[in-house]
């Protein structure tokens, strides 16, 4: 069965650096889109940046533009959330996730098949 494991959470001063990474295991699909979420306490789970695998094409959530970077590392079966110059609003859970059906990539939440446990981002 799919599996993914989060790792990389942890507590940054504004301004500063962080890298997610996502471990997935089990799956068979050629051609899906993964995507970070984040939720934070009191709001709803939003997607912040998505890739689609198929063309490698990325999506960003206007508030992360130019601040955080989704990557792929094929031979590691690890997807990657880089994230620079954190702010204040950035604090929140992050989750990776997988719609092994996109019609879009990233499409809502609900179309999100698998998802991993969650790592906690919290910025001073």
């Known amino acids: 069965h799919v599996q993914l494991v989060e790792s990389g959470g942890g507590s940054v001063q504004s301004g500063g650096s962080l890298r997610l990474a996502c471990e997935v295991s089990g799956y068979d699909f050629e051609r899906y889109c993964m995507a970070w979420f984040r939720q934070a306490p009191g709001k709803e789970r939003e997607a912040v940046a998505g890739?689609?695998?198929?063309?490698?094409?990325?999506h960003y959530h206007t508030s992360v533009k130019g601040r955080l970077t989704i990557s792929m590392n094929d031979a590691e079966n690890t997807l990657y959330l880089q994230m620079n110059s954190v702010k204040l609003e950035d604090t929140a859970t992050c989750y990776c996730?997988?719609?092994?059906?996109?019609?879009?990539?990233?499409?809502?939440?609900?179309?999100?098949?698998?998802w991993g446990q969650g790592t906690q981002v919290t910025v001073s």
């Open positions: 890739i689609y695998t198929g063309r490698r094409s990325t």
């Open positions: 996730a997988v719609d092994h059906q996109p019609r879009t990539c990233p499409a809502d939440v609900s179309e999100f098949d698998y």
